[in-house]
């Protein structure tokens, strides 16, 4: 504590002259000589006790005057203990929501603001304004760090306030969100911070709009968490929340209502030139009002490709189908817009990076060739495979195929394909078991579709994976399944852990389950021919629990084993609706084909292959300059294998990457791109309902936080705590309550007072018994 | 110097006293007619006054005289009368020796001094025997009763050697007394009574039992009254002179007021079971105008 005017409290001084009266008024007195000591005897002891202690405390409230009278003209300043034992410094971490809902508008700037929304501004531009005039606040000498606490939390550079308050207000014209607020991990980089400070007086600020959605779960349990990992610290920070969700207006007045996009997807699993697929996009409406002919644009490349007008019931979500046919090989955003404002712009548009590739080049070697049409099993695959091409006259088939003769087999034939599919082969000779063993380390696939032709003896001579060949199994003869396999003619399609037949509908899968078997052959994984045990697994099984196709991984590709003829000969697979999409599956699979979509999810980054068959490396220094939703650009280096890795994709939107030229530094060729979405995907962010003020209070208890309703509340309070508390005006309360105390007192100990009405002694004596 | 008798008694308190016959409420063998009456029916049964005719009058007692005179009725009242044993037993304790600013300057020693005075000269002057004891905590002084008329001189001089100071045991004192008068007679205290409340309650049950009516003159001053100090005071015993309390006066009050009520409460309750007159008598108050009134009323019971 410390005085602004100290020389007035030497009046407290003052104190002594009560003091010297007391104890001269204790010395006079005068002596009766009595009579009745016989009344006085019994009195005395009961009385003189209280007597002491009434005159006691009547000599501590006069003493109490003077000396209050003369603390209230110092006009003490109170600090709190830890700033009072030295400077004031601190150490503060602020965490700043940055997830979608805070980029609603600021409702409680929309009176003054008299403007169009985008005008009025975000609850998370509130919030870096109020992380800027904390630190602006701050006791010079404090370092201060800021995080926004979205999916995978971002740390601003540099510790100086006042640099981190400037580069907060650019921040805040930011208008692209993050994922969810991760507030635990938010809070233990806040602690790691904390923890190298050294300082003793800390601080963690919390600033968020209370999401319903995200803090109706963290008020149970994260907040709980938080509160025990600040505890266990050595020198516990304070936790402090401040609510940003329109400061001074009761929640039940906000106007609820907020169109979104929840999801884009695109029907097909590989995407090629020409080749139109389905856009569908859910849309929803949190509020409770409905919405008329809503016009939503779907735009491809940022040229619009559709337009509808969509009507939007309250709180319901709608779906959105239109088609697309890409007449570009690469990268494509696709993008569906709102185009009508309400309280959460942000979540009114969602992108989607798909990536358009030429046809796959597929080998498929036949070992049972025959002249009539579909009477081959080659003819069963090309069918699979090249659909559009085979049936109608229209291009956008995912993979072109080549069928050639087991003895075609060569080097050079393999380095134009990315797959070959070997079909009911008799045998290969070593040396094309070697070059297949090398085309499938190179990234590329291999499927082997066993059949009546095959030789298991020769097949179980090849040499095994562990001795750099091709054989995982050991193989038997083809066999008919007969009743005795205990429903050995069909797959099962439960608890399926292979990938691709896993994204398969539910639909694709019951038709797989419709798949009747009469021959198949039987192959056991030989542990013996494996390296590690996790080389080779089942991808798929029959009922009885025997192998139906076995996968291997072999370098940079994969190598599949099917049990079967992929004709009609040993099943009704080719009859069946899921004979296509499972064949293009496995198919795609074993190439390595880029998924249609390019789409990552904030917290785990974008990882991508760049295609060296379409990109001249050697003419490109391997730096991409990656552009983010919020327009900041990024270089990076590719990876050694020449894989694209970027980490920072915690803003939600659509990442652009280019490749640097050599010579002018600037950018050339494709364009990749990737667009990121919250896992999993909820509507619940754009549900713009919060905690109640008594909620918020609850939360704040559980994590032994302080709660201000703005960041002026809190800045008073912090303040008092940095800067020390006025607290002159509670000293002149109490002056007067000692005075009003001192007179009540007197009043109460007066003679006069005390002296109840009796009677007389005239009437005393006519009192006599007679 | 006066002679006691006017150095205690003014020429109105004389006139007054005088004029008052004192009329014992009980039975009292005497060896003379005087102004008692006897409920036993003996020789001398004198007129005692006249008295308006009320309906239901014996019509046997009207003054058939008067009526020829007046032409009023009247009755004739006629008392039986016998001498009275009176000892009148003053406090000289050292408690009787307070004076307040309300007392005129009289102790209340001096005021029972002048009361029982007054009794003497009453009583002797109607020819019943009195006799005199003073006493603290036990009888210093005791004259046996006589109705000579010198007999009061006697008394006097007892009454003016007198001197207040010792401390006082009331009940001790009374059990002396139920020693020393073996007759029927009137006891007269003249006392605070200051002292254990029940004691002097019992100790008055022995003496009523011996066939003693008593009547109690208690003199109070009336700072003992209503203690109305205020400042902060030493209070000094006036009976043992190491027993001093130093007290703020205004927060003891209600305590001090509170125990006053309850000893007397205590000592009223006592003489109304004994069926013993109290009489609270103030120093601020005439004496003889108390006299008079306690005259008045036993006249009134009888």
Known sequence: ?770 | MKAPLLRWLSAPDLSRVSRLQLLAKGVVEGVSGGLHRSHHIGSSIEFKEHRPYVPGDETRTIDWKLFGKTDRLYIRQYEDETNLRCTIAIDQSGSMKYSGSRSNGISKHEFAVRLAACLSYMLINQQDAVGLATFDTKIRTYIPPRSRPNHLQTLFAAMAESRPGNESDLSVVLQDLLNRCKRRGLVFIISDCFGDAPSIVKSLALLRSNYQEIVIFQIWDDDEIDFPFQSRTMFRSLELESNQVLVDPAGLRSTYLENLRVFRQELQQGCLQNRVDLISIATSESYSAVLSNYIAMRRDRT
């Open chain 1, 1 to 770: 504590m410390t005085l602004l005017n100290g020389l007035l409290a030497f009046g407290a001084a003052a104190f002594t002259i009560p003091l010297l009266i007391h104890l001269l008024h204790r010395s006079r007195y005068q002596t009766i000589d009595w009579g009745a000591m016989h009344f006085l005897q019994s009195s005395r002891n009961v009385n003189s006790r209280r007597v002491q202690w009434q005159q006691l405390l009547l000599l501590l409230l006069r003493c109490a005057l003077p000396v209050l009278l003369a603390l209230a003209m110092a006009r003490p300043l109170l600090q709190s203990f830890l700033s009072a034992s030295g400077p004031s410094v601190m150490s503060i971490a602020i965490v700043i929501d940055d997830s979608m809902s805070m980029f609603a508008n600021d409702n409680s700037n929309r009176e003054n603001a008299k403007a169009t929304p985008l005008a009025v501004g975000t609850r998370f531009s509130a919030a870096c304004k109020s992380a800027a005039d904390i630190l602006n606040s701050l006791p010079s000498g404090s370092n201060a760090t800021v995080l926004f606490g979205g999916s995978k939390p971002e740390t601003l550079t540099g510790q100086v306030p006042d640099a981190i308050a400037a580069s907060l207000i650019g921040h805040s014209k930011r208008t692209v969100p993050a994922g969810g607020f991760a507030l635990e991990e938010s809070i233990r980089i806040s602690l790691e911070w904390l923890a190298k400070s050294q300082y003793a007086h800390r601080k963690i600020v919390v600033i968020s709009d209370f999401q319903r959605h995200e803090w109706s779960d963290q008020n149970s349990v994260q907040v709980a968490n938080i509160a025990k990992l600040i505890a266990l610290e050595s020198i516990p920070p304070e936790l402090a929340f401040i609510n940003v969700s329109t400061v001074g207006e009761p929640k039940e007045t906000l106007t609820q209502n907020n169109l979104f996009v929840a999801s884009i997807n695109v029907s097909s699993s590989l995407m090629t030139i020409d080749r139109e697929v389905t856009l569908s996009a859910s849309l929803g409406n949190t509020g409770p009002t409905r919405y008329d002919n809503v016009q939503v644009a779907v735009l491809a490349d940022e040229t619009e490709i559709d337009r509808q007008e969509i009507s939007f019931a309250p709180n319901s979500t709608t779906l959105l189908r239109t088609r697309w046919s890409p007449k570009r090989i690469g990268d494509h955003v696709l993008r569906i817009q709102i185009l009508r404002d309400d309280d959460l712009i942000s979540d009114n548009r969602r992108e989607l990076a798909v990536i358009v590739q030429e046809p796959i080049p597929i080998l498929l070697v036949d070992g049972d060739r025959r002249g009539e049409a579909m009477q081959s099993e080659t003819d069963y695959l090309r069918l699979a495979l090249s659909p559009f091409s085979l049936l109608t006259s229209e291009k956008g088939d995912t993979f072109i195929s080549k069928t050639i003769q087991p003895n075609e087999l060569n080097d050079s034939i393999l380095k134009s394909v990315r797959a070959v599919c070997l079909c009911n082969i008799r045998e290969l000779s070593d040396v094309q078991q070697a070059w297949l063993r090398t085309f499938v380390e190179r990234g590329n696939g291999l499927i082997v579709f066993l059949g009546d032709k095959v030789r298991s003896e020769h097949y179980e001579s090849w040499p095994s994976l562990a001795n750099n060949g091709l054989r995982i199994a050991k193989f038997q003869s083809r066999t008919k399944v007969t009743t005795e396999h205990a429903n050995g003619d069909r797959i099962k399609t439960q608890q399926i852990e292979f990938a691709p037949i896993r994204e398969l509908s539910s639909a694709s899968l019951n038709s797989l389950a419709g798949v009747r078997f009469d021959h198949r052959s039987p192959m056991t994984l030989d542990p013996s021919a494996l390296l590690n045990p996790s080389d080779a697994s089942i991808a798929l099984r029959f009922e009885d629990d025997q192998a139906w196709i076995l996968e291997s991984k072999i370098g940079d590709g994969h190598c599949l084993w099917v049990g079967s003829a992929c004709d009609d000969d040993d099943s009704n697979l080719p009859t069946r609706s899921i004979f296509v999409p499972l064949i293009q599956k496995l198919v795609a699979f074993v190439s390595n084909a880029n998924p249609p979509t390019s789409n990552a999810i904030s917290t785990t980054g974008w990882s991508r292959t760049i295609d060296t068959l379409h990109t001249e490396r050697s003419s490109v220094t391997d730096t991409l300059q990656v552009t983010k939703p919020d327009g900041t650009a990024v270089v990076i280096k590719l990876t050694a294998e020449g894989q694209l890795r970027f980490s920072d994709t915690r803003l939600l939107g659509k990442y652009m990457a280019t490749l640097f030229q050599d010579e002018t530094n600037r950018s050339f060729g494709p364009i990749f791109a990737c667009s990121t979405t919250e896992e999993p995907l909820t509507r619940q962010e754009s549900e713009l309902t919060y905690l109640t003020p008594a909620e918020i209070d609850s939360v704040a208890i559980s994590g032994k936080a302080t709660v201000s309703a703005s960041s002026k509340d809190f800045l008073a309070n912090a303040r008092a705590d940095w800067q020390g508390r006025e607290i002159w005006t509670w000293i002149w309360i109490a002056l007067v309550v000692c005075f009003l105390a001192e007179i009540a007192m007197v009043q109460s100990l007066s003679p006069r007072a005390r002296t109840k009405p009796t009677a007389t002694p005239q009437q005393f004596v006519r009192g006599s018994t007679a």
